[in-house]
């Protein structure tokens, strides 16, 4: 059975996720394979907050070159989880805001 530290890797942090954060919608990368079930029980035991929608996108790896040779990053998947209202923001990101 997955943790729920499994289920959300890390934060991502960037200009868009920052102002995604005033509106009350968090970005997270997540397991390839978590659902967005898993994913809104993960991030209210984590955060302690009231999950109002999950939304999810799948990313392939980029192709990479080095000389001759050929690879792929890994491929994942990002969440954007929305809470509502009334529940107490993520601190981890009012920190940065």
Known sequence: MKSVYDVIKKPIVTERSMEDARARRYTFAV???ATKLEIK???EAIFGCEVES???MNYDGKVKRQGATSGRRPAWKKAIVSI???SKPIEFFETMI
């Open 31 to 33: 397991e390839k394979t």
């Open 41 to 43: 029980e993960a991030a």
């Open 54 to 56: 999950v939304n999810t």
């Open 84 to 86: 509502t209202e009334k």
